[in-house]
Protein backbone atom coordinates (compact mmCIF):
# COMPACT_ATOMS: atom_id res chain seq x y z
CA UNK A 1 0.00 0.00 0.00
CA UNK A 2 3.00 2.31 1.04
CA UNK A 3 5.08 1.65 -2.07
CA UNK A 4 1.23 2.49 -4.53
CA UNK A 5 1.02 5.91 -2.13
CA UNK A 6 4.57 6.85 -3.12
CA UNK A 7 4.26 5.76 -6.80
CA UNK A 8 1.26 7.83 -7.45
CA UNK A 9 1.53 10.61 -5.26
CA UNK A 10 5.14 11.52 -4.50
CA UNK A 11 7.76 9.79 -6.31
CA UNK A 12 9.47 12.47 -8.32
CA UNK A 13 11.51 11.95 -11.45
CA UNK A 14 15.53 11.73 -11.38
CA UNK A 15 15.45 14.23 -14.62
CA UNK A 16 17.52 16.66 -12.60
CA UNK A 17 20.21 14.07 -11.95
CA UNK A 18 22.75 13.53 -14.79
CA UNK A 19 22.22 9.88 -16.24
CA UNK A 20 26.17 9.51 -15.74
CA UNK A 21 26.14 10.50 -12.49
CA UNK A 22 23.03 8.83 -10.92
CA UNK A 23 25.12 5.17 -10.30
CA UNK A 24 27.69 7.20 -8.44
CA UNK A 25 25.72 8.96 -6.24
CA UNK A 26 23.68 5.73 -5.41
CA UNK A 27 26.24 4.25 -4.89
CA UNK A 28 27.30 6.91 -2.37
CA UNK A 29 23.84 6.95 -0.57
CA UNK A 30 24.90 2.91 -0.03
CA UNK A 31 28.21 4.26 1.72
CA UNK A 32 26.14 7.06 3.64
CA UNK A 33 23.67 4.33 4.97
CA UNK A 34 26.31 2.05 5.71
CA UNK A 35 27.85 4.77 7.83
CA UNK A 36 24.43 5.68 9.48
CA UNK A 37 23.92 2.57 10.35
CA UNK A 38 27.18 1.69 11.89
CA UNK A 39 26.75 4.91 13.98
CA UNK A 40 23.24 3.75 15.64
CA UNK A 41 24.84 -0.07 16.58
CA UNK A 42 27.63 2.05 18.29
CA UNK A 43 24.96 4.21 19.63
CA UNK A 44 22.77 0.94 20.51
CA UNK A 45 25.59 -1.18 21.83
CA UNK A 46 26.88 1.29 23.95
CA UNK A 47 30.27 2.34 22.35
CA UNK A 48 28.77 5.69 21.79
CA UNK A 49 26.78 6.99 25.04
CA UNK A 50 23.68 9.35 25.18
CA UNK A 51 23.65 11.63 27.79
CA UNK A 52 21.11 12.26 30.14
CA UNK A 53 20.92 15.81 31.55
CA UNK A 54 18.71 14.95 34.22
CA UNK A 55 21.71 12.77 36.15
CA UNK A 56 22.78 16.08 36.61
CA UNK A 57 20.12 18.67 36.54
CA UNK A 58 16.85 16.58 37.45
CA UNK A 59 14.73 19.47 36.35
CA UNK A 60 16.29 20.13 32.86
CA UNK A 61 14.14 19.09 29.26
CA UNK A 62 14.96 18.75 26.09
CA UNK A 63 13.00 19.35 22.98
CA UNK A 64 14.52 18.33 19.99
CA UNK A 65 13.42 20.19 16.46
CA UNK A 66 14.80 18.46 13.43
CA UNK A 67 13.89 16.91 9.94
CA UNK A 68 14.25 14.22 8.51
CA UNK A 69 15.39 15.39 4.56
CA UNK A 70 18.67 18.00 3.74
CA UNK A 71 16.98 21.81 4.45
CA UNK A 72 13.91 23.61 3.41
CA UNK A 73 11.90 22.31 5.81
CA UNK A 74 11.21 25.68 8.15
CA UNK A 75 12.91 24.08 10.94
CA UNK A 76 15.02 27.48 11.92
CA UNK A 77 11.02 29.66 11.57
CA UNK A 78 10.31 26.74 14.06
CA UNK A 79 12.76 26.89 16.35
CA UNK A 80 12.28 30.74 16.68
CA UNK A 81 8.74 30.28 17.22
CA UNK A 82 9.02 27.51 19.70
CA UNK A 83 11.06 29.08 21.74
CA UNK A 84 9.15 32.48 22.24
CA UNK A 85 6.66 30.78 23.18
CA UNK A 86 7.70 28.70 25.89
CA UNK A 87 10.36 31.77 27.16
CA UNK A 88 6.81 33.94 26.95
CA UNK A 89 5.31 31.33 29.67
CA UNK A 90 8.18 32.16 32.26
CA UNK A 91 10.17 29.14 31.43
CA UNK A 92 13.96 29.61 31.18
CA UNK A 93 15.30 28.67 27.52
CA UNK A 94 18.52 27.85 25.81
CA UNK A 95 19.00 26.87 22.29
CA UNK A 96 21.66 24.65 21.41
CA UNK A 97 22.76 24.81 17.71
CA UNK A 98 26.30 23.59 15.56
CA UNK A 99 26.23 26.68 13.74
CA UNK A 100 26.28 25.26 10.36
CA UNK A 101 28.85 27.13 8.07
CA UNK A 102 30.60 29.16 10.72
CA UNK A 103 34.34 30.55 10.49
CA UNK A 104 35.12 29.82 14.03
CA UNK A 105 35.27 27.18 16.29
CA UNK A 106 34.56 25.92 19.87
CA UNK A 107 31.67 27.88 21.83
CA UNK A 108 30.02 30.74 21.41
CA UNK A 109 27.25 32.23 23.31
CA UNK A 110 24.89 34.42 22.12
CA UNK A 111 22.86 36.31 24.82
CA UNK A 112 20.91 39.54 26.06
CA UNK A 113 24.63 40.78 26.87
CA UNK A 114 27.04 40.11 23.81
CA UNK A 115 25.00 39.20 20.48
CA UNK A 116 24.81 42.43 19.29
CA UNK A 117 28.46 42.34 19.42
CA UNK A 118 29.01 38.91 17.12
CA UNK A 119 28.65 38.56 13.84
CA UNK A 120 27.20 36.37 11.51
CA UNK A 121 29.48 34.49 9.93
CA UNK A 122 31.41 33.62 13.29
CA UNK A 123 27.93 31.83 14.48
CA UNK A 124 26.09 30.96 11.59
CA UNK A 125 23.78 32.61 9.76
CA UNK A 126 20.80 30.42 11.67
CA UNK A 127 21.98 31.39 15.10
CA UNK A 128 22.43 35.05 14.29
CA UNK A 129 18.93 34.93 12.79
CA UNK A 130 17.39 33.57 16.18
CA UNK A 131 19.52 36.03 18.54
CA UNK A 132 18.17 38.89 16.11
CA UNK A 133 14.54 37.83 16.62
CA UNK A 134 14.46 36.37 19.88
CA UNK A 135 14.78 38.04 23.42
CA UNK A 136 15.89 36.56 26.91
CA UNK A 137 16.73 33.43 25.25
CA UNK A 138 20.41 31.99 25.27
CA UNK A 139 21.80 30.69 21.99
CA UNK A 140 24.76 28.22 22.87
CA UNK A 141 26.43 27.47 19.52
CA UNK A 142 28.78 24.79 20.07
CA UNK A 143 29.13 21.19 17.27
CA UNK A 144 29.40 19.40 20.91
CA UNK A 145 25.73 19.45 22.00
CA UNK A 146 26.22 17.80 25.25
CA UNK A 147 29.07 20.50 26.06
CA UNK A 148 26.77 22.98 24.80
CA UNK A 149 23.68 21.82 27.25
CA UNK A 150 25.59 21.72 30.19
CA UNK A 151 26.76 25.18 29.77
CA UNK A 152 23.31 26.62 29.26
CA UNK A 153 21.94 24.64 32.50
CA UNK A 154 25.13 25.75 34.26
CA UNK A 155 25.96 29.09 33.39
CA UNK A 156 22.91 30.55 31.27
CA UNK A 157 19.88 29.12 34.54
CA UNK A 158 18.44 27.51 31.37
CA UNK A 159 15.34 24.71 32.08
CA UNK A 160 14.26 24.00 28.65
CA UNK A 161 16.90 23.15 25.72
CA UNK A 162 15.65 23.41 22.52
CA UNK A 163 18.06 20.86 20.37
CA UNK A 164 17.97 22.73 16.67
CA UNK A 165 18.72 19.98 14.12
CA UNK A 166 18.48 17.42 16.30
CA UNK A 167 16.34 14.25 14.83
CA UNK A 168 19.47 12.77 13.66
CA UNK A 169 21.78 13.43 17.07
CA UNK A 170 21.68 11.34 19.99
CA UNK A 171 24.46 11.93 21.67
CA UNK A 172 21.87 13.87 24.40
CA UNK A 173 18.57 12.27 25.46
CA UNK A 174 15.74 13.71 24.83
CA UNK A 175 12.39 14.20 26.11
CA UNK A 176 9.92 15.91 23.10
CA UNK A 177 10.55 14.56 19.01
CA UNK A 178 9.49 17.40 16.86
CA UNK A 179 10.19 16.55 13.10
CA UNK A 180 9.27 19.16 10.68
CA UNK A 181 8.54 18.01 7.12
CA UNK A 182 8.43 19.93 3.96
CA UNK A 183 4.50 19.75 2.36
CA UNK A 184 5.73 21.45 -1.15
CA UNK A 185 8.39 18.54 -0.75
CA UNK A 186 8.40 16.26 1.30
CA UNK A 187 10.81 13.81 0.35
CA UNK A 188 11.93 14.51 -2.48
CA UNK A 189 12.77 11.23 -4.90
CA UNK A 190 12.45 8.73 -1.78
CA UNK A 191 16.16 8.19 -1.67
CA UNK A 192 19.06 8.62 0.49
CA UNK A 193 21.57 11.90 0.41
CA UNK A 194 23.72 12.50 -1.92
CA UNK A 195 21.15 10.43 -4.69
CA UNK A 196 18.17 12.09 -2.82
CA UNK A 197 17.28 14.59 -0.43
CA UNK A 198 16.43 11.74 2.80
CA UNK A 199 18.74 11.93 5.76
CA UNK A 200 17.44 8.43 6.98
CA UNK A 201 15.26 6.09 5.80
CA UNK A 202 11.47 7.12 6.12
CA UNK A 203 10.96 4.20 8.60
CA UNK A 204 12.72 6.34 11.14
CA UNK A 205 9.85 8.88 11.63
CA UNK A 206 8.98 6.63 13.89
CA UNK A 207 10.58 7.84 16.36
CA UNK A 208 9.01 11.10 16.13
CA UNK A 209 6.62 12.47 18.85
CA UNK A 210 4.92 15.19 16.64
CA UNK A 211 4.93 15.74 13.31
CA UNK A 212 4.88 19.30 12.05
CA UNK A 213 3.52 19.47 7.98
CA UNK A 214 4.68 23.08 7.00
CA UNK A 215 3.70 25.12 4.27
CA UNK A 216 0.37 23.22 3.64
CA UNK A 217 -0.76 26.12 1.97
CA UNK A 218 1.55 25.48 -1.02
CA UNK A 219 0.26 21.68 -1.30
CA UNK A 220 -3.01 21.45 -2.67
CA UNK A 221 -2.80 17.25 -2.24
CA UNK A 222 -1.78 17.89 1.72
CA UNK A 223 -4.41 15.08 2.08
CA UNK A 224 -2.62 12.42 0.50
CA UNK A 225 0.51 13.25 2.67
CA UNK A 226 -0.95 13.36 5.51
CA UNK A 227 -2.65 9.83 5.14
CA UNK A 228 0.86 8.75 3.61
CA UNK A 229 2.47 9.77 6.77
CA UNK A 230 -0.24 8.00 9.41
CA UNK A 231 0.95 4.92 7.62
CA UNK A 232 4.44 5.89 8.36
CA UNK A 233 4.16 7.27 12.11
CA UNK A 234 1.63 6.82 14.76
CA UNK A 235 2.91 10.43 16.00
CA UNK A 236 0.11 12.94 16.11
CA UNK A 237 0.83 15.51 13.08
CA UNK A 238 0.11 19.09 13.03
CA UNK A 239 -0.33 21.41 10.37
CA UNK A 240 1.41 25.01 9.70
CA UNK A 241 2.51 27.64 7.41
CA UNK A 242 4.05 31.15 7.52
CA UNK A 243 2.44 34.39 8.05
CA UNK A 244 3.52 36.94 5.49
CA UNK A 245 2.69 40.83 7.22
CA UNK A 246 5.80 42.97 6.48
CA UNK A 247 8.95 43.17 4.37
CA UNK A 248 11.73 44.79 6.35
CA UNK A 249 14.49 47.25 4.33
CA UNK A 250 17.52 45.23 4.36
CA UNK A 251 19.60 48.22 5.33
CA UNK A 252 17.59 51.02 6.86
CA UNK A 253 15.41 48.76 8.65
CA UNK A 254 12.09 49.87 7.83
CA UNK A 255 9.24 47.68 7.94
CA UNK A 256 6.84 48.06 5.36
CA UNK A 257 3.48 45.89 4.85
CA UNK A 258 2.89 43.67 2.09
CA UNK A 259 0.05 45.59 0.84
CA UNK A 260 2.88 47.99 0.02
CA UNK A 261 4.78 46.19 -2.31
CA UNK A 262 1.46 44.46 -3.56
CA UNK A 263 0.73 44.13 -7.60
CA UNK A 264 4.83 45.60 -7.80
CA UNK A 265 7.27 44.06 -9.88
CA UNK A 266 10.32 42.42 -8.18
CA UNK A 267 13.45 40.47 -8.58
CA UNK A 268 13.66 37.81 -5.88
CA UNK A 269 16.79 36.31 -4.92
CA UNK A 270 17.82 33.66 -2.04
CA UNK A 271 20.32 31.24 -1.02
CA UNK A 272 18.04 28.90 0.90
CA UNK A 273 17.19 25.26 0.42
CA UNK A 274 13.79 25.43 -1.03
CA UNK A 275 14.01 28.72 -3.30
CA UNK A 276 10.66 27.67 -5.21
CA UNK A 277 8.97 27.82 -1.44
CA UNK A 278 10.13 31.68 -1.12
CA UNK A 279 8.90 32.46 -4.85
CA UNK A 280 5.69 30.77 -4.20
CA UNK A 281 5.27 33.13 -0.93
CA UNK A 282 5.48 36.02 -3.25
CA UNK A 283 3.19 34.53 -5.80
CA UNK A 284 0.35 34.14 -2.88
CA UNK A 285 0.84 37.99 -2.05
CA UNK A 286 0.22 39.55 -5.41
CA UNK A 287 3.69 40.66 -6.33
CA UNK A 288 4.93 40.73 -9.78
CA UNK A 289 8.32 38.46 -9.96
CA UNK A 290 10.19 39.65 -13.01
CA UNK A 291 12.91 37.30 -12.39
CA UNK A 292 14.23 34.90 -9.73
CA UNK A 293 17.83 34.22 -9.01
CA UNK A 294 18.97 31.29 -6.90
CA UNK A 295 21.95 31.02 -5.04
CA UNK A 296 23.67 27.73 -3.39
CA UNK A 297 22.18 27.04 0.48
CA UNK A 298 23.78 29.52 2.77
CA UNK A 299 25.94 31.32 0.09
CA UNK A 300 27.61 33.50 0.85
CA UNK A 301 27.13 37.84 -1.13
CA UNK A 302 29.78 38.87 -2.40
CA UNK A 303 29.34 42.75 -3.83
CA UNK A 304 30.07 41.72 -7.06
CA UNK A 305 27.25 39.59 -6.74
CA UNK A 306 24.56 42.37 -5.12
CA UNK A 307 25.89 44.89 -8.53
CA UNK A 308 24.59 42.01 -10.79
CA UNK A 309 21.83 41.67 -8.87
CA UNK A 310 20.76 45.41 -8.76
CA UNK A 311 21.79 45.65 -12.63
CA UNK A 312 19.70 42.44 -13.53
CA UNK A 313 16.62 44.30 -11.73
CA UNK A 314 16.78 47.66 -13.59
CA UNK A 315 17.51 45.51 -16.69
CA UNK A 316 13.78 43.79 -16.01
CA UNK A 317 12.50 47.27 -14.65
CA UNK A 318 11.82 45.80 -11.07
CA UNK A 319 10.49 48.02 -8.60
CA UNK A 320 12.15 46.45 -5.45
CA UNK A 321 14.70 43.51 -5.07
CA UNK A 322 13.15 41.18 -2.38
CA UNK A 323 14.83 38.19 -0.32
CA UNK A 324 14.52 36.30 2.67
CA UNK A 325 15.14 37.31 6.50
CA UNK A 326 17.91 34.47 6.39
CA UNK A 327 19.65 35.90 3.34
CA UNK A 328 19.50 39.45 4.46
CA UNK A 329 21.72 38.71 7.28
CA UNK A 330 24.76 37.58 4.98
CA UNK A 331 24.56 40.02 2.35
CA UNK A 332 27.40 42.71 2.00
CA UNK A 333 26.92 46.26 3.50
CA UNK A 334 26.28 47.97 -0.21
CA UNK A 335 24.06 50.75 -0.87
CA UNK A 336 22.31 49.27 -4.10
CA UNK A 337 20.60 51.24 -6.47
CA UNK A 338 17.66 49.65 -6.10
CA UNK A 339 15.36 49.14 -2.17
CA UNK A 340 16.01 45.36 -0.92
CA UNK A 341 13.46 44.18 1.13
CA UNK A 342 13.65 40.81 3.21
CA UNK A 343 9.96 39.06 3.77
CA UNK A 344 9.52 38.56 7.47
CA UNK A 345 7.28 35.45 8.33
CA UNK A 346 6.51 34.09 10.96
CA UNK A 347 4.93 30.82 11.81
CA UNK A 348 1.08 30.00 11.97
CA UNK A 349 -0.45 26.96 13.23
CA UNK A 350 -3.61 25.89 11.04
CA UNK A 351 -4.64 22.79 12.88
CA UNK A 352 -3.38 20.50 15.88
CA UNK A 353 -2.11 23.23 17.90
CA UNK A 354 -4.45 21.51 20.77
CA UNK A 355 -1.76 18.77 19.80
CA UNK A 356 1.08 20.73 20.45
CA UNK A 357 -0.01 22.04 23.43
CA UNK A 358 -0.13 18.72 25.06
CA UNK A 359 2.96 17.55 24.00
CA UNK A 360 4.94 20.48 25.13
CA UNK A 361 2.37 20.49 28.69
CA UNK A 362 3.81 16.86 29.33
CA UNK A 363 7.02 17.58 28.64
CA UNK A 364 7.10 20.63 30.64
CA UNK A 365 5.40 18.98 33.71
CA UNK A 366 7.62 16.14 33.55
Not at 19 to 25: E, T
Not at 95 to 123: A, C, F, H, M, P
Amino acid sequence: MLDNLKAKLFQRADSDKSLILRPLLILLAWLYFLLYSLRNFLYSSGVLKTRDLKKDFPEAKVISIGNITVGGTGKTPWTIFLADKINKSGRRVAILTRGYGRKSSGQIILDEKNKTQQNWYEVGDEPYLMASKLNGVSIIVNANRVQAGLSALQNNNAEILILDDGFQNKSIKKDLEIVIIDATNPFGNFKLVPAGILREPLKNLKRADLLILNKVDQNASKEKLLNYLENISKAPIAQSHYKKNYFVNVFSEENISTEQIKVKRVLAFCGIANPRSFVNSLSQLEIQVAAAKFFPDHYVYKEKDMLNLVEEGLIQKADFLVTTEKDKVRLPKVIPKLPIYALKIEVKITQGEEILEQKLKQVLEL
